[in-house]
C-alpha cells in the first residue's frame, strides 16, 4: 500500500480507530519502519509501538516529545520491542527515552527510535545474548542508519 493511501486510510478511520491500529500492526510485523515514519510525520504526532513478550502490538499516540514508555494494560514482560517517531526531528535518545531505558532495563529487549535521518536502535545487553557494554548502561550504544 503507497504512504498516500495509508494516511488517507488513517484520515478517514481516525488514529484511535481499530483499523489504523491494525495498518501499524501490519507494517510493524513487516519492519516497514519508512512508512510508520512517514506516518508519524504526515499527521505531525509521536507514535509508540510496543511488542510484547506475546508478540501481540499496541499503538499509541502521542504530542511530539510526549511519548514515553508506559506499559499497556495486559502486556505481558519481557517485551520485544519499543519503537517510537520522533517526526520532523532527528532520530536520538532524549533525556526523556534515556530516562524510559533506564527504568526498562529488565522488561525491555530493543528499543528503536525513527527521526527524518533514519534508524536508531539500542539493544539491551541484560536480556539478550549480547556482549556488555563498555560504559555503564546495559544498552548498546549504535550509530543512525540512514534512510535507504
Ligand atoms: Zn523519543
Redesign the pocket.
Known sequence: MQIQEITELIRINGQDSEKTTQLISELTTQKDWDKIYQISEFFGQ?ISILVDAQERIFVDWGSI?R?ELTPPLGSVVPFKLWL?T?PRNQAF??E??QYSLFIAERILEQAI?LGMDGILSTSNTNLLELKPSIDQSCWTLEQVTAWS
Do not use: N
Open positions: 509521536e516529545s511519548v517510537h520522533h535518545w532524549s526523556t527515552d527510535v
